[in-house]
């Protein structure tokens, strides 16, 4: 799928600073310019209030860490979350419990199935795998603790909230589609229970899970959100931090091991960035210490990836230096020589 990008745009190093705000600019309007009339992908209509968004809406939104933000197209038109929220509640569910305890409980490694996967959970002993699959989402939210359901629920909207600098609010239309054609999330969160992976009544579990895949965003929010993790935790609007640098850290692996499903793999092959998808259209891509692409298109590819958002997040991975893995090397310098003992340098 990202054969063609590398002659669209020269590759751009990682290490370094981003452009001036005005080349940022400028490759933010050329990235949407380039894909906005790609006609890839079908808009997802397995839950029925999906169906009605217009596959011609695309935004892209870069955010700074800096704080400044560069928007085209329908960067400020609201979807629904979806599972770009998993990036985040994971986030949140580490700051609480931490990096061994999250390991244990959820997992870490790419299922190889679809996100919505039941035998992923048979194959694999009924361990969730990792936080971005449905199933180890629903075990990560019924994770968070709260003296009662709606309490659990609040927990999860004002961190979610905390990371875009606004307060949320949940889509009415979507959540109640959502939860009237959930039954293989049903499905999910009562074989978790079989085998004693949530904390929680399973129906009350997948309740708070199905709202916070419902709850309204925007490309321009999806950018702050994943520059936030690119800040270390400290939200660049609002000044606010939101978790540790260390919750950070394994947030963003995370994502770069299994947040596009089972694409990763190519993903990070290709375009070298942690980064999470939704079903609405949204993905968010981070480059730690530069800042977040959030894009927003609903057409999407047979793993449930916005095909725009993917080729426009490539462009600008490459145009504004941003794969992890790019680097260029340094100036020669004078080969140092070991008086430590270990003799590793003196050969």
Known sequence: MFESEASVVDQQVSTGQLPTWEEVEELTALAYAEYRDLDEGEVAD????????????????????????????????????QSVSKAFVFALVCEEFGHDVVRERIGANNTGLSFNSVIAIELNEGSPMNPM?????????????????????????????????????????????????????????????SYGRLNRDPHETLDVYTRQCSLLVTGHDLAIMGSTLANGGVNPITGERVVSPDTTR?????????????????????????????VAGGIVAVSPGKGAVGTFSPRLDRAGNSVRGQRAIAYLSRALGLNLFASSELPAQPRPTSTSGFGILNN
């Open 250 to 278: 394994d947030t963003l692996s995370m994502l770069a091991g299994n947040g596009m499903y089972e694409r990763s793999g190519e993903w990070l092959f290709e375009i070298g960035l942690p980064a999470k998808s939704g």
């Open 133 to 193: 699959v449905n199933a180890g989402a629903i075990a990560t939210t019924g994770m968070l603790a709260g003296i009662s359901h709606e309490r659990q629920w609040s927990r999860i909207r004002e961190g979610l909230s905390a990371f875009a600098g606004r307060e949320l609010e949940v889509d009415a239309e979507v959540y109640a589609s959502e939860m009237a054609s959930n039954q293989r999330n049903q499905a999910i969160a009562y074989l978790l229970q």
């Open 46 to 81: 397995y839950i029925p209030a999906l169906a009605h968004a217009s596959p011609d809406w695309f935004g892209v939104s870069v955010a700074e860490v800096h704080g400044r933000i560069h928007d085209v197209g329908e960067a400020r038109h609201p979807f629904s979350i």
